[in-house]
């Protein structure tokens, strides 16, 4: 590979014919940030840096406006190693919560029903994992790019999920089955951290909320509206961060769930192309007897590029001889 990659202190040219093959970016994809706020904010600095308006910015790989972590960013010619680049294995930190469901089996919807917590429990979890290493197929989420009859996925799940809402029932998750699998491999599974979550509060939902399909009410927040004072995912309230990343994308919802007391697990994920971390939450939920979702994930690595490397937005922003203020 012969592009360049870019790394703090590198001072690029004014030429980008200085770059033949290009210059690989990789960025830590900041919070509540779509891959493709990323590529604007870039593509627009890269462009007055190197006074070149056809300049072709892309990534490799795709991440969940929720996910943090290594987003390669290709400008030039190395767009065209996006494909290969995008075929390398990945890792992720995941963060599962167990007893509950939403319909993108992350964050971003309400929680729709509550389900058993019996068979949840650290020793369970770590009893299932090992049946999810290898290769296997997988669905995809309904809230995804996959097609369906010339559809996207999340087109037909946004239908549902509006639909769902208006009546008051829960969303028909079983309209993923429209989707076809696809074979992934899981190269590894460990199980970083497990929270048994609040005894009291898992109890009382259990036994009031937690039956398979019932429909949940109230359990979120607001989306967040700009940077003004926000979570920092364990519930403290922060000051606004005044730097580019701090600029969330006020579009991106995100639901609160301190609240539930339910266990979670962090899971270290080493995974082939095209694997859906939202999608094995949900099938480890089920593993268990009970129901799961994504409540944070991270992209630790993708190919031999980790996330210690990574550039922040601002770092980045940096090498175009841009303000990042």
Known sequence: MDALIA????????????????????????????????????????????????????????????????????LGKATRLAQELQAHDKEYLAGVTFGATTASYDREKDV??????????????????????GEQEQVAPLFSAKSVDGVRAYEMARKEF???????????????????????????????????????????QSENRATRGTEAGGAHAPAWEGPKAFSDGAGAASEPDKSIAGR???????????????????????????????????????????GAFLNNLRRTRTGGFAVEDALTIDEAMALFNTDSK
């Open 162 to 204: 509006k639909a769902s809402q208006k009546s008051g029932e829960a969303f028909d998750h079983s309209a993923a089955e429209l989707l076809s699998k696809q074979r992934i491999n899981i190269g590894y599974l460990r199980l970083v951290d497990w929270n048994d979550g609040s005894s009291l509060e898992c109890t009382v």
């Open 112 to 133: 729709d029903a509550f389900y058993t917590l019996d068979g949840v429990s650290q020793a369970s979890l770590e009893a299932v994992l090992p049946s999810f290493v």
């Open 248 to 290: 969330v994308n006020p579009r991106i919802n995100v639901v609160e769930i301190d609240h539930l007391g339910l266990p979670s697990a962090d899971i270290l994920v080493g995974c082939s192309k095209g694997t859906y971390i939202r999608a094995l939450a949900r099938d480890l939920g089920e593993a268990l007897g009970s």
């Open 7 to 74: 790394h703090r202190g590198l001072v690029l040219t004014g030429n980008i014919d200085d770059y033949p093959s290009g210059i690989i970016v990789p960025i830590d994809k900041p919070y509540r940030w779509t891959s493709a706020d990323v590529i604007r904010k870039l593509k627009y600095a890269s462009i007055r840096h190197f006074n070149k308006k056809n300049l072709k910015v892309g990534h490799a790989g795709t991440l969940d406006p929720l996910a943090t972590g290594v987003l390669l960013v290709c």
